[in-house]
């Protein structure tokens, strides 16, 4: 980071990272708003307790959307993304959200809306990968107009829901 700083001629950073908890390392995919909830609970309890760095982030990971590409809150959150976020905001902490705007599920509603959207390889088809065996991808052409402008469209939502740190 202070070589790219530096590269571009300006200060690097000097504020500390964020301390805060994930999802991720504990549930992986299988979240719901329940354990959301209770989680959130305990870290607002840990963050009152003297000689603990407090936490100032709390970040939902990958589980919370229909599939990849389709970046709604599946059914296992019913209040929505951005009662949540308005949720942790209002415990004092910096609601933060996973999302991989670059990846779509093969099986997801954008793969199969737009079928022109997709990196394509010397066969003219869709280049796929599977993600640790959980699933089949395509990658997003950020070229095609419409698929850049799709992808944006996903971040600008996700922040007007009240997501302040985006992990990409």
């Known amino acids: 980071a202070a070589a790219a700083a530096e590269y571009h001629g300006i200060p690097p950073r000097e504020d500390l990272p ?8 504990t549930y992986y995919e ?7 909830l209770a989680n959130l609970e305990k870290a607002v309890e840990l963050a ?26 599946n059914d296992g959150f019913p ?25 779509v ?6 793969y199969a809306d737009h079928p022109d959207w997709w990196v394509l390889g ?6 796929t990968y599977s993600n640790l065996g959980t699933g089949d991808y395509a990658i997003v052409d950020a070229t095609h107009p419409d698929a850049g402008s799709w992808m944006q469209e996903q971040v600008a939502r996700l922040r007007s829901e009240g997501w302040e740190y985006l992990k990409l």
């Open 18 to 25: 964020p301390v805060g908890w994930a999802t991720w390392y």
């Open 30 to 36: 299988h979240i719901d708003e329940e354990i959301i």
């Open 48 to 73: 009152s307790r003297d000689g603990l760095e407090a936490m100032t982030l709390f970040q939902i990971d990958d589980g919370w959307q229909i599939r990849w590409g389709d970046w709604v809150a």
């Open 79 to 103: 209040s929505g993304m951005a009662g949540l976020a308005s949720t942790i905001k209002e415990a004092g902490m910096v609601p933060g959200i996973w999302i991989a705007p670059f990846y």
């Open 105 to 110: 599920s093969r099986e997801s509603e954008v």
């Open 122 to 127: 010397p066969d003219g088809e869709p280049i």
